[in-house]
């Protein structure tokens, strides 16, 4: 199959590098990033280019586009690639509607009958302080639309309410989501989907805060690893059944079927698992930790998907465990420095070698490879188990140097 994955970052090479290991693939980037250029060829066409992108695809003859980040599938790139006849696993608008829109989600979880926690739509700051009553600690506000993870507010009083709600409505207008604030461990659970089928994903966690234990302001992902651990038994089944499943049915029912990846994040509360939010999408850096562990023929399953026959015969998890650690600019996610020079990663491992260091910020310079971006690399380990998996990341971590290069010490152990 000729195969176009669309993106730059992480989560992106990590899917080219799952495809690349089943099936003898031709690969196609756009626009791609330098490590993704070592196993497919890259176009300079960007990723929210809907029109660009689908003249790409048409001329290339791909069998199959993979989308990566939510932006493309919000704005439509599954139903223009399917007025154009080429399959995409990615969800048509209506249904990136679960990500593009919270209040959407949250509606049809109601309809599916799906755990979350209860909750109502504003579009004035003053519906919002008379519905929360002063009492912060106990709500979430959320931006209705796609809001670059920047979206969700925690507000522990009333200065930083204040704060948020300037945010959330600028210029006085908006459109907003006040929820009931869940306390628990999260977890990202991820399907492969196509209509009322699903292939579950084992769990993982992303560690969102910049620094070790927890602290710092929230990032796009300084790492994650799968399977997450301190998962109750039965998780996976139970996200089958009481989570995708149900959303599928209602959406077929609406007469939308979701094809691709779907992802729930999760929050296990005392009251029992809700889901927290919907993304249409791999998440990012989970798809590097989890991807790891995906064997067989990708692109037939993501092929199967798009077609509306989901056969995932062809595919399996491996068992063990993996990780992934951002190595990042200094500064990130707030102003930081890039065309700082990369070395040590031919000497960080390979696939042979249970590593694999996926780029996200890079870009070619006078023939060297240079930091381009907040998150610069993924760096991924397998193992046995997720201790050794830990030790081969961190040690392929070592070996890596860039001016201002940073990364939590402490990923998988909190
Ligand atoms: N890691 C969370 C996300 O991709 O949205």
Not at 64 to 83: M, Q, S
Not at 167 to 179: A, I, K, T
Not at 375 to 385: D, E, I, K, N, Q
Request: proline share 6%.
């Amino acid at each position: 199959m000729r195969i176009l994955v669309i993106g730059s970052g992480g989560r992106e090479h990590a899917i080219v590098h799952a495809l690349s290991r089943g099936g003898g693939h031709e690969l196609h980037a756009a626009p791609g990033n330098p490590g993704m250029a070592a196993t497919c060829d890259c176009h300079p066409v960007r990723a929210d280019d809907i029109e660009g992108l689908v003249g790409l695809s048409s001329r290339l003859g791909a069998d199959l586009v993979v989308p990566g980040p939510e932006a493309p599938l919000v704005a439509g790139i599954a139903d223009a690639l399917e007025a154009a006849g080429t399959p995409c696993f990615g969800p048509s608008a209506a249904c990136a509607m679960l990500e593009g829109s919270k209040w959407f989600a949250k509606e049809l979880m109601a309809a599916a009958g799906v755990p979350t926690a209860p909750g109502r739509l504003f579009s004035t700051p003053a519906g919002v302080l008379e519905a929360a009553g002063g009492s912060w600690g106990g709500w979430v506000l959320k931006d209705d639309g796609l809001a670059a993870g920047k979206g969700v507010f925690l507000p522990d009083g009333d200065g930083e309410a204040s704060e948020a709600l300037g945010r959330l409505f600028p210029g006085g207008r908006g459109r907003v989501v006040l929820e009931k604030r869940l306390h628990g461990r999260e977890v990202s659970m991820m399907a492969l989907c196509s209509g009322e089928e699903a292939f579950v994903l084992p769990p993982s966690r992303d560690h969102k805060r910049a620094f070790d234990g927890d602290r710092g302001p929230n990032t796009g992902g300084m790492g994650a690893v799968c399977p997450a651990p301190g998962i109750p038994e039965g998780l996976s089944d139970w996200a089958l059944s009481s989570v995708f499943r149900p959303v599928l049915e209602e959406l077929h029912r609406r007469g939308t079927d979701y094809r691709g990846v779907l992802y729930a994040g999760l929050i296990l509360a005392h009251e029992g698992p809700a889901v927290l939010e919907f993304n249409c999408r791999f998440g990012d850096p989970e798809a590097q930790a989890v991807l790891a562990l995906l064997e067989g023929d990708a692109g037939a399953a993501f092929l199967s998907c798009a077609r509306g026959n989901p056969d995932f015969s062809g595919i399996g998890i491996l068992p063990g465990a993996s990780a992934c650690v951002v190595m990042a600019s200094e500064g990130y996610p707030g102003a930081y420095r890039s065309g700082f020079r990369i070395d040590g990663i031919d000497s960080a491992g390979d696939d042979d070698t249970g590593v694999t260091v996926f780029h996200a910020g890079t870009a070619m310079s006078d023939g060297s490879l240079v930091t381009a971006g907040g998150r610069v690399l993924g760096v991924t380990g397998t193992g046995a188990g997720l201790g050794e998996a830990l030790a081969k990341t961190y040690a392929a971590v070592r070996t890596i140097t860039f001016r201002g290069a940073c990364w939590r010490k402490d990923i998988g152990a909190t």
